[in-house]
């Protein structure tokens, strides 16, 4: 699905798929770029014959979700807090470098930070 890169709208939600896909991925200790030619239900297929165990897509992404849950609580047991969820200052006072026929302006901080709200409330609603 392609998204405005400099738009913010479904950001949250996509954000947290893609933290959970590439935790599962990086479980697996295969190439993030092979995700471009199989699926997480083929993953789960393969890790199934391997293993014996039953396995689905589904049942990785909660995996996934579980993984970035204990590197949060992780994270935040030292030391981490919101403030390092935060783009630094110039994000928000200072335009990006353009390119040939490219503006990029700069981050909006109120729709930044309503964003990253929703991302919190994503990732701690049980779904």
Do not use: W
């Not at 789960?44 to 689905?56: C, D, F, I, K, S």
């Not at 994000?91 to 919190?120: C, M, N, Q, S």
Request: charged letters at 30%; hydrophobic letters at 35%.
């Amino acid at each position: 699905m392609a998204t405005d890169r400099f738009s913010f709208d479904g950001k949250a939600r996509l954000i947290k798929i893609s933290e959970d896909t590439n935790a599962v991925v990086d479980s697996l200790a295969v190439c993030k770029f092979a995700l471009l030619g199989a699926s997480l239900e083929e993953y789960a297929q393969l890790l199934a014959g391997a293993t014996g165990l039953p396995y689905t897509g589904q049942g990785l992404m909660k995996t996934g979700e579980e993984i970035i849950t204990l590197e949060r609580g992780y994270n935040e047991r030292n030391g981490f807090t919101h403030a390092d969820d935060l783009l630094p200052e110039r994000f928000f006072t200072e335009a990006g470098t353009p390119g040939e026929g490219i503006e990029v302006p700069r981050v909006d901080r109120a729709r930044y930070l309503e964003e990253l709200e929703r991302y919190y409330r994503i990732r701690t609603s049980k779904q």
